[in-house]
């Protein structure tokens, strides 16, 4: 059964871990009148996970559950959401998905300092190289709605804001 669209405007935030969609997303969220939805507290608070992965060492997320939980908010419209995957969420939620890039280098550095190692920096450092989670949503939603931002320099971090709220205007505005 098709599930009823969204009252207002919903904007993921996606891309490789690291890349800044913490930091962006609830900085605009302070910005404006959107609230900020981190999917990964979600499966959290609300014990969403099903089965454990041996080789990650860490939950698995019961995406299904993750969906019926926030299937209100998302309806609601006006938030703004926050996670490194993009493709099980309903397409109808969403009227703007940017994926943030970052180049490589910075992206190692990113994580090496928050004490990843081995396997888990360099899984999520070719997911980046790959551009997994790009062509996840040029997949997953219609092309003109996928909106890839650099997210290197805070310059870029600001520039980022200032575009998603340039859009959440003109959302407003029509
Ligand atoms: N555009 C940027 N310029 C400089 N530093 C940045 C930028 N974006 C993020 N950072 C820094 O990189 C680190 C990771 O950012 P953040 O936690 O927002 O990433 P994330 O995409 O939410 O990661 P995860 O998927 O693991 O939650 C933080 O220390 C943040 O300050
Ligand atoms: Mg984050």
Known sequence: MAGSLPRGPNILITGTPGTGKTT????VAQRTNLKYI??????KENDLYDGFDAEY????????RVIDELED??????NIVDYHGCEFFPERWFHL????????????????KRGYHSKKLEDNVQCEI???????ALESYKTNIVEELPSNTPEEMEENIEKITAWLNQWNAT
């Open 24 to 27: 962006l997303a609830q900085e």
């Open 38 to 43: 981190n999917i990964g507290e979600v499966a």
């Open 57 to 64: 060492q860490c939950p698995i997320m019961d995406e299904d």
């Open 73 to 78: 908010t998302m309806v609601d419209g006006g």
């Open 97 to 112: 998905v940017v994926v943030l890039r970052t180049d490589t280098a910075l992206l190692y550095n990113r994580l090496e």
């Open 130 to 136: 790959f551009r997994t989670i790009l062509d996840e």
